[in-house]
């Protein structure tokens, strides 16, 4: 049984959403940070270790997260568990943007 | 948006902009508080700063396809160039365009009336990056990445191109390891125009393979 991420001949028969798909800004940080983050002037993640968290992502994610929402998930798994941030920081801060930008008034 | 410099037939204006979907996932609001989350922790523990973010994201948006069809266009014009491009595609692409692909390895494929090359990365989404900017969303999605090597022909109907059946149609797939990059069939109809004029008939899904070079404007 190939991994879920070993698509190569997956029984699919859904035709190939051709859309072009404008970047949003999240996932050209996500992007950005990742390749900080495995250059090698800093080489604190390797892609390699990327990989592994995007492929070990449970079936579920892996077949409903977009591209960069698998990517960011696997990056922030990667710097808890090199002990570089906690869970718990990332949510806290990720909690309190969500509560600002609830309360900024939509522009007119 | 300059990742898109191709005619691409665009079919997502009757989709909503914020429905999720492959493209999208779920939830998209809630990541961008995510990525934010994360770049401020990196820059508090001071592994990265704004700066290094801002240019990494420069880069994203200065490489296009574009680079790519200069590299075609002048395979198209100069024999010489084109057997250095199919023999050591990373050295060609360093002395005309004076960047480095960033790959180990980045090979050339040529299509000819005889063999058509269709790329994939059936595990991921590896592409020569550098050199083409980033993949298409369809590129990294699921049923391009099952389907292309199991039935390339009906796959490449949906884009819109019919092979005929004497050509020999070979799927490479992509690993961290080996990037390619398609030259498609120079257009008939174009002997006279300048290395220039070549390189807007190139487009990104040529040289990826799952399309031909634009023919140039009068011919058909």
Redesign the interface.
């Known amino acids: 049984m190939p991994g879920i991420?070993?698509?190569?001949?997956?029984?699919?028969?859904?035709?190939?959403?051709?859309?072009?798909?404008?970047?949003?800004?999240?996932?050209?940080?996500?992007?950005?940070?990742m390749?900080?983050?495995s250059s090698p002037e800093?080489g604190?993640i390797r892609?390699?270790e990327l990989?592994r968290q995007?492929e070990s992502l449970d079936p579920e994610r892996y077949?409903?997260?977009?591209?960069?929402?698998r990517w960011?998930t696997a990056?922030?798994n990667l710097?808890i568990e090199k002990g570089?941030?906690t869970a718990e920081?990332?949510?806290r801060?990720?909690?309190e943007?969500?509560a600002q930008?609830a309360q900024t008034p939509p522009p007119p | 948006m300059s990742l898109d410099q191709d005619d691409h037939e665009r079919h997502d204006h009757e989709a909503d902009p914020h429905a999720p979907n492959e493209h999208r996932g779920p939830d998209t609001d809630v990541w961008e508080h995510r990525a934010a989350a994360l770049q401020e922790a990196l820059v508090a523990k001071g592994l990265v700063t704004p700066d290094q973010v801002r240019a990494m994201i420069e880069d994203w948006e200065s490489r296009t396809p574009a680079l790519g069809a200069r590299l075609i266009a002048r395979a198209w014009t100069d024999p010489v160039f084109k057997a250095r491009l199919l023999a050591d595609a990373k050295s060609a692409a360093r002395e005309l365009l004076g960047i480095d692909p960033g790959v180990p390895e980045l090979v050339a494929l040529e299509n000819t009336d005889r063999v058509h090359h269709v790329v994939v990365c059936t595990l991921c989404s590896c592409y020569p990056r550098a050199i083409l900017g980033v993949p298409p969303a369809w590129y990294k999605g699921l049923a391009y990445r099952s389907r292309a090597i199991v039935e390339p022909r009906g796959v490449l109907r949906e884009f819109g191109l019919e092979l005929a059946p004497w050509v020999e149609v070979r799927v490479v797939d992509s690993t961290a390891d080996m990037r390619y990059l398609v030259l498609p069939e120079r257009p008939a109809g174009t002997e006279r125009m300048s290395e220039q004029e070549l390189a807007a008939l190139v487009t990104r899904d040529s040289m990826i393979g799952v399309a031909r070079a634009k023919e140039p404007i009068g011919v058909t």
């Open positions: 991420h070993d698509r190569g001949g997956w029984p699919d028969d859904s035709p190939i959403d051709r859309s072009e798909h404008q970047p949003l800004l999240w996932e050209q940080r996500t992007d950005a940070l390749r900080l983050l800093k604190i892609v390699d990989r995007i077949e409903t997260y977009s591209y960069y929402q960011l990056i922030e710097v570089i941030v920081e990332l949510d801060r990720a909690a943007l969500e930008s």
